[in-house]
């Protein structure tokens, strides 16, 4: 069954060290997702990406943060100087297209600022 | 903005018993999803409703899509260990996002 993956799986970065957090979304899709989750807490929207841009994107993400689809293949977020409060779960998730609202996460990346 | 309410925050049940929680906005949605999450894991989809009134049903789980297309509810029925964990509400409106309740933690007892 095709899945959205994401690596890695767990990075400890510096504070003020910038970070990249790769997702591969399922193959056809083409709606793509950040979401954060800090540790307890609830499931936070950063960022929705389509057609090569960014469509929709929270409060949370401010100038740091940045999304690319470099490759076609990859989907990417950025934070640029990383902070403390940084620290969290980063799920990325897909949907194939409008029509179709069932969206498929990726088992996450817990980044741990330090 | 597109705030979710859930509740309850948590739950804390014996094994076998039935288990309800929900959803509450002031926006209406077009789509309620429900997901629930294990630790360390990312949020699995159990059930999307699409259309007001709906109900929907996956095994022991039913939810529904509430008339005003602003509440929904999910209830588990005979609970068993493995209904441990995160359960969350998602709603959609005419865009391409979701938006997240603050989650709902169960915990079932043998």
């Known amino acids: 069954e095709p899945e959205v993956t994401q690596t890695p799986s767990h990075q400890v970065t510096q504070m003020g060290q910038e970070v990249i957090l790769r997702c591969v979304p399922i193959s056809n899709h083409l709606y793509f997702y950040w979401y954060r989750q800090i540790l307890g807490q609830k499931v936070e929207f950063l960022v929705s990406?389509?057609?090569?841009?960014?469509?929709?994107k929270s409060e949370i993400f401010d100038d740091q943060f940045s999304v690319e689809r470099p490759d076609g293949s990859n989907f990417t977020l950025k934070i640029r100087s990383t902070k403390l409060e940084d620290s969290a779960m980063y799920f990325c998730?897909?949907?194939?297209?409008?029509?179709?609202?069932?969206?498929?996460f990726g088992q996450g990346t817990r980044l741990t600022v330090v | 903005g597109q705030q979710l309410n859930q509740s309850p925050q948590s739950m804390f049940i014996q094994e076998g018993e039935d288990v309800s929680m929900n959803c509450t906005s002031s926006?209406?949605?077009?789509?309620w999803l429900w997901y629930k999450q294990d630790p360390g894991e990312g949020p699995v989809l159990l059930i999307a409703?699409?259309?007001?009134?709906e109900l929907t049903s996956n095994g022991r789980l039913t939810a529904q899509f509430g008339i005003t297309r602003k509440d929904s509810f999910l209830n588990i029925s005979a609970s068993i260990p493995s209904d441990v964990g995160i359960y969350f509400c998602?709603?959609?409106?005419?865009?391409?996002?979701?938006?997240f309740g603050a989650g709902t933690r169960l915990t079932v007892k043998p």
């Open positions: 998602a709603g959609r409106i005419n865009n391409n996002d979701m938006r």
């Open positions: 998730a897909s949907i194939q297209d409008r029509a179709n609202t069932e969206a498929f």
């Open positions: 926006s209406i949605f077009n789509t």
């Open positions: 990406f389509y057609n090569n841009e960014i469509s929709e």
């Open positions: 409703l699409y259309k007001a009134g």
